[in-house]
C-alpha cells in the first residue's frame, strides 16, 4: 500500500541549531505540504511544492525552507531553531488541486 | 472571517447515539470537502471526500453538503467508543489551499 513516512518521530533539540525533518511518500503525487498544528491555531501550511524543483511559501513560511529534488521526498528545515518552532509538523501529499491529502503521523518537536 | 469555521467541542456521547458534527465555510465557490479524523498522536486521516453538494454515505458515516447555506455536516451512526478522536473539516480555497476547521473533539463513553 501506497504511504507517507515521517522520520523522526520525536526530536528534541536547542534553540539555534539547524534541524531537517523527513517526509517521504510512496503515492508517486505531485504534490506535498508541510503543515504544523499547535493548540488554538489548528493546521497551519508551512511549505508546499506542486513538483520536482518546485518550492512555494505558505502562510507560516519564515524560519522553514523546503526544496524538492525527487518526486518522493520533501524535506523541512528549520534554519536556525527558536522555541516558537516547538510543534506538531505533519506532511502531506496529493495528486492534484481539488484531490484529498493524505498525511504522515507527523513529527513532535521540542526546542529548548 | 475564518473561510472554514467548526465548533471546536468538546463534545461527549454515551455509545450507540447519532453524532452530527458540523463546519460552515465562506466562499459558495468551494467545491471539494473533506472529513479527516485524528486520533491522539496520529496524522488525520481522510473519512469522507465530497465533490459539489449533496449526500455521501460510508457505513456509518454519512458526508452531507448544503451549498445554499454553505453548510457542511458529519453524522456518524450507532457511535462506538473507537470513533473518540477529533474529527476535523476542510475544503479547498479559490487560492487551491486546503483550509481546515479547527477540529471538534468528539468522545464516546461506553
Known amino acids: 500500500d501506497a504511504e507517507i513516512t515521517q522520520s523522526p518521530r520525536h526530536k528534541i533539540t536547542e534553540t539555534g541549531r539547524q534541524v531537517t525533518l523527513a517526509c517521504h511518500q510512496t503515492?508517486?503525487?505531485?504534490?506535498m505540504f508541510w503543515y504544523r498544528q499547535d493548540l488554538g491555531h489548528g493546521l497551519r501550511l508551512i511549505h508546499y511544492?506542486?513538483?520536482?524543483?518546485?518550492?512555494n511559501k505558505g502562510e507560516v513560511s519564515d524560519g522553514y525552507s523546503v526544496s524538492r529534488s525527487n518526486t518522493e521526498d520533501l524535506p523541512l528545515t528549520l534554519e536556525s531553531a527558536a522555541s516558537s518552532q516547538t510543534s506538531v509538523y505533519f506532511c502531506?501529499?496529493?495528486?492534484?488541486?481539488?484531490?484529498?491529502?493524505?498525511f504522515g503521523d507527523g513529527t513532535r518537536l521540542s526546542i529548548l | 472571517q475564518k473561510e472554514v469555521e467548526q465548533d471546536p467541542g468538546p463534545l461527549s456521547v454515551p455509545e450507540g447515539a447519532i453524532v452530527s458534527l458540523n463546519c460552515t465555510y465562506s466562499?459558495?465557490?468551494?467545491?471539494?470537502f473533506m472529513w479527516y479524523r485524528q486520533y491522539s498522536r496520529k496524522g488525520p486521516e481522510l473519512l469522507m471526500y465530497?465533490?459539489?453538494?449533496g449526500n455521501k454515505e460510508d457505513g456509518r458515516f454519512t458526508a452531507q453538503v448544503d451549498k445554499s447555506s454553505k453548510y457542511i455536516s458529519l453524522f456518524i451512526r450507532d457511535s462506538q467508543p473507537s470513533d473518540s478522536a477529533t474529527y476535523l473539516c476542510?475544503?479547498?480555497?479559490?487560492?487551491?489551499?486546503?483550509?481546515f476547521g479547527q477540529g471538534t473533539e468528539l468522545s464516546v463513553k461506553p
Open positions: 502531506a501529499s496529493s495528486e492534484s488541486f481539488g484531490q484529498p491529502q493524505h
Open positions: 503515492w508517486n503525487h505531485n504534490n
Open positions: 476542510a475544503s479547498y480555497n479559490q487560492g487551491g489551499k486546503l483550509i
Open positions: 465530497t465533490y459539489s453538494s
Open positions: 466562499n459558495s465557490a468551494f467545491q471539494y
Open positions: 511544492s506542486y513538483g520536482v524543483h518546485d518550492t
